[in-house]
């Protein structure tokens, strides 16, 4: 039971005995001191009005308490409802409740508001490593960093972990904001202390949308904020975009991309084509990459430069990547059951089906489900995905080696990892990007890199690739420096398993 309620039942029980005594006391007092009928009268009045007297100030005095502690437990809900619990700052509830003030007075003065959306960069990363209350100083003293440099009239809130909104009245054009979001940024640029820490820098990405320059409403305006915040984040760290309206249009493009994609899944709409790889003195096709076409049944194709970022943004390109093992693996048992036992087949590997952890499990069932020799399937990944991938990427090819199935470096040379980091990756096969073969009958740069890329290659014993290859030219010299393999129109384009003719030369389709 409530303290209060008992500490007001054992008040009433006191009161009570103690009123019942007076009574019972008083009465035989009054008899005792006069026998005078009128006085006992006024005697008996006067006690009468002083029990109301004292019954009513208990009264009051109670409900007084009742009401003091009932209003501060309103203001006490009413600070958790409408505050950040950490910082005190207003949270989104009542951050939506000052713009459309700051809106309805800025109808009535005709002039605008700009709202500021702000996203701490990697602030996970800092729980992570140092832990919450670490983190939950850094907050506290980047809210106290915000407040010190917005506008007097300016209103700071902080409606989530690491998000923090700035309105800012008066503002009668978007470009105003500029200054304010580079008085954020030089506010936040100093290093901050915490507990045990001397100095943790933080960087914001930050979005702009203005009122009623973009928005007429305080809805589509914080919509509008959130999405130039989105782009702003998308860019990199430390970024800031204004808001535009093609990125509302991107996004409900992005939706829109990604329920029908994920209807091709359901509906069979997605089909595996077959790009050859070559090698030998003869051109031999001795190997063949597996390439996603998506053919929609209510409209044109949709490019893979198209749908593969719209899934990878999703999070679908997970259940598309185990799908095309899926499909490639049956493939393979089909042509293993025509008699082209020693077909190999690439399958590309996405970032966010890499990093899910499931990937090596997904590979083995279908090398099991499909009765096929392990050393039949290449996994692809790239140099870029391996390095952002770190330890656990390590420890997932470890897996996949373990199964027996080949790796490949794709697009080798592209990102930002340094030649010798070959010799600590457990990989079978360096494929060259494009962007060196297009130019390599013209440019002596392009082949002098590729040249140093084949020789360390030989070294650690890889056998490289060199992917885009369209000339006669570009194989050419290719060969004179000791490419072992080439993928390319020169070859042939991807098509599908039924218009494939395993076996024999490949010649161009040109």
Not at 12 to 32: M, P
Not at 43 to 67: D, M, N
Not at 298 to 304: A, E, I, S, Y
Not at 429 to 448: G, P, V, Y
Request: aromatic content about 8%; charged content about 25%; hydrophobic content about 45%.
């Amino acid at each position: 039971m409530n303290r209060d309620v008992v500490r007001a039942l054992k008040l009433t029980a006191i009161y009570l005995v103690a009123g019942t005594t007076w009574i019972i006391f008083s009465d035989a007092a009054i008899d005792w001191l006069t026998d005078d009928p009128r006085l006992i009268l006024r005697l008996q009045t006067w006690k009468g009005s002083a029990f109301v007297a004292v019954t009513g100030l208990l009264v009051f005095s109670l409900s007084w308490r009742a009401l003091a502690r009932q209003s501060r437990l309103i203001a006490r809900l009413e600070h958790y409802a409408y505050r950040h619990k950490l910082t005190g700052l207003p949270n989104r509830r009542l951050a939506e409740i000052r713009l459309e003030e700051s809106l309805t007075r800025a109808r009535r003065h005709r002039t605008g508001v700009g709202l500021i959306s702000i996203d701490l960069d990697h602030f996970g990363d800092i729980n992570d490593s140092f832990g919450h209350p670490v983190g939950n100083e850094l907050l506290k003293a980047a809210a106290g960093r915000l407040r010190a440099c917005c506008y007097e009239s300016a209103i700071l809130a902080h409606p989530s972990a690491d998000e923090f909104l700035v309105i800012v009245p008066g503002i009668t054009d978007r470009e105003e904001l500029l200054p304010v979001v580079q008085r954020i940024r030089e506010e936040l640029s100093p290093p901050f202390s915490a507990s045990g820490i001397s100095s943790v820098y933080l960087s914001a990405c930050i979005g702009a949308a203005h009122f009623p320059g973009d928005a007429s409403d305080s809805e589509h305006l914080l919509q509008y904020a959130e999405a130039a915040l989105a782009r702003a984040k998308h860019r990199g760290s430390n970024e800031f975009a204004l808001f535009r309206l093609e990125m509302v249009e991107r996004t409900r493009r992005q939706v829109e991309l990604d329920a029908r994609l994920r209807r091709a899944l359901e509906q069979g709409e997605l089909q595996m084509y077959y790009q050859p790889v070559v090698g030998g003195s003869d051109l031999e096709v001795v190997a063949f990459e597996a390439l996603m076409r998506w053919f929609p049944s209510d409209g044109p194709p949709v490019p893979p430069s198209e749908f593969i970022p719209a899934a990878e943004n999703s999070g679908l390109i997970v259940a598309l990547g185990d799908w095309a093992i899926d499909q490639v693996c049956q493939q393979l048992a089909q042509w293993r059951r025509e008699g082209q036992e020693d077909l190999v087949v690439g399958v590309n590997l996405s970032a966010r089906q890499f990093a899910a952890g499931e990937l090596p499990g997904v590979v083995a069932g279908a090398l099991e489900r499909y009765e096929l020799p392990p050393s039949r399937l290449t996994l692809e990944i790239t140099e870029s995905l391996l390095m952002d991938q770190g330890r656990d990427g390590a420890r997932v090819l470890e897996q996949l080696r373990g199964l027996g199935v080949s790796l490949a470096l794709d697009d080798f040379g592209t990102g930002y990892s340094s030649l010798a980091y070959l010799r600590h990756l457990p990989v079978n096969e360096l494929k060259i990007d494009r962007a060196f073969i297009e130019s390599l009958d013209r440019a002596d740069t392009n082949r002098a890199l590729i040249e140093a890329i084949i020789s360390l290659a030989r070294i650690f014993g890889l056998t490289v690739v060199a992917e885009g290859v369209e000339t006669d030219g570009q194989l050419s010299v290719l060969r004179e420096l000791g490419c072992d393999r080439f993928q390319g129109y020169r070859f042939g384009r991807p098509l599908p398993a039924a218009d494939i003719r395993v076996g024999g030369s490949a010649q161009s389709d040109q």
